[in-house]
């Protein structure tokens, strides 16, 4: 059974760093998969922010290019998001996600591409 667990998250004052964790198990690391961070604020739809590919490739939404980062460690098979810069819009539910293949360009911050995901952990950014 595939499990994905967040943590790391808190509340922060502009300007602040967050880094979250999200460990996988259960999980096979065939040939092809992509994994992703969304978010979700109370009233809003979920939105992707980053993702990595299998082949190392990344995506990264525009509202967070510069100052988040996405990473992986396959050995501890754990997934990170380095937040940098938070800003009171940044405040959301942040939940990883894992999908078993390779989504198109224009698929990878579609929530319904991805079969697995966590519970989620909250960030909250003060001003």
């Known amino acids: 059974q595939v499990q994905l667990v967040e943590s790391g998250g808190g509340s922060v004052q502009a300007g602040g760093s967050l880094r979250l964790s999200c460990a996988l198990s259960?999980?096979?690391?065939?040939?092809?998969?992509?994994m992703a961070w969304f978010r979700q604020a109370p009233g809003k739809e979920r939105e992707g922010v980053v993702s990595i590919d299998s082949d190392g490739s990344t995506s990264v939404a525009d509202f967070v290019k510069g100052r988040f980062t996405i990473s992986q460690d396959n050995a501890k098979n754990t997934l990170y998001l380095q937040m940098n810069s938070l800003q009171p819009d940044d405040t959301a539910m942040y939940y990883c996600?894992?999908?078993?293949?390779?989504?198109?360009?224009?698929?990878?911050?579609?929530?319904?591409?991805?079969?697995?995901w966590g519970q989620g952990t909250q960030v909250t950014v003060s001003s």
């Open positions: 259960g999980f096979t690391y065939s040939n092809y998969y992509s």
């Open positions: 996600a894992a999908a078993v293949d390779l989504p198109l360009w224009f698929e990878v911050f579609v929530p319904s591409r991805y079969e697995y």
